[in-house]
């Protein structure tokens, strides 16, 4: 049997394909819950997957994605929750690819993932994700995403592989640095500080991606505007794998990029040279993945939009001061 770390890529976030496609987000209330709740989750490739029942059929496997606008629902999870899909034809600018892609709606799916209050919204997007199963190394049945998790404060403890939904009243963890976010349209973007490998910094806003297993992408736009390309050639390259594709790119390592008073020593960045799809957006500059992610215990307060990342080594009520340790390459 082949070894997963052999044949894994670079995953981009499924579900922040809908917002290429100009996809309308639910924004209906649902309750929070009034006590913390711990996922039944596990970790694969540094991105976490939730079990989950539909119609209480289950169980199903989603991606907890704070880069997907939407949560979504793979075809045959579909079919195997007895849900009936309409299709909706081919879309363009969708995924990390110039290719179009096959999409579908469905309605009255109840989703439910532990003690949270089920979600159900009145329509749910079908895309085929499970393929991403295979550079993952974990089934891949849909994608939760911040329609379902944007009513809670999101804490992701890469160290224990751990995730806890906390109610807005609880207030973000008191340790850690904290920088603040949007979540226009359902897209989340902190600003960060790159420092480029001539010592130049260049701040950016980076969409938080936990459903991404890669480091860190920079925006084709962006990659143009600041030549970065040309600036500081590479014969290094890294593959970003999309429901419609793969997008190859150049690689170059930069001194550092740091949030707030948190910093990252030497970050593999892939300048994208995409021509559509999510990195191709200029919604914001770069995307961060699980692959820089998991030095930290992530808090993203969605309510109080602010995105905290604490030092797993450190007990709670200790400043995280300093940089954290560099970031070691597979």
Known sequence: MDDPEQRRGRVTSTGQILAAAAILVWLAPRQAPATAIPLPVERASNVFFARATINGVGPFWFTVDTGATLTVIDPDAAK???????????????????????????????????????????????????????????????????????????????????????????????????????????VLIAPAMLTLPDGDPLPARLLIDTGSNGALTLTSPFV?????????????????????????????????????????????????????????????????????????TVTVDYPGQRLILGDPTRAPGQDLAGAPRPVVKR
């Open 80 to 186: 195997r929750a007895r849900l009936v899909v309409h299709q909706a034809g081919r879309r363009t600018n969708v995924g990390v690819t110039a290719g179009d892609v096959s999409m579908a709606t469905t309605s009255g799916a109840r989703l439910e993932v532990a003690g949270v209050p089920a979600f159900a919204p009145p329509q749910l997007y079908v895309v085929a994700v499970r393929a991403n199963a295979f550079y993952l190394g974990h089934t891949v049945d849909g994608v939760l995403g911040t329609d379902f998790l944007r009513r809670h404060i999101v804490e992701f403890h890469y160290a224990e592989s751990r995730v806890t939904l906390r109610p807005p009243s609880a207030g973000p963890p008191d340790h850690g640095a904290s920088v603040p976010l949007t979540a226009e349209g359902n």
């Open 224 to 296: 143009r505007r600041h030549r970065l390309t040309a600036r500081f050639p590479s014969q290094q390259a890294s593959a970003t794998v999309g429901i419609n594709g793969i997008e190859f790119s150049p690689v170059v390592t930069l001194a550092s990029v740091a949030f707030g008073n948190v910093v990252i020593n030497a970050p593999n960045a892939a300048l994208s040279r995409a021509a559509a799809g999510l990195n191709a957006s200029d919604e914001f500059d770069g995307l961060i993945g699980g692959e820089l992610l998991r030095q930290f």
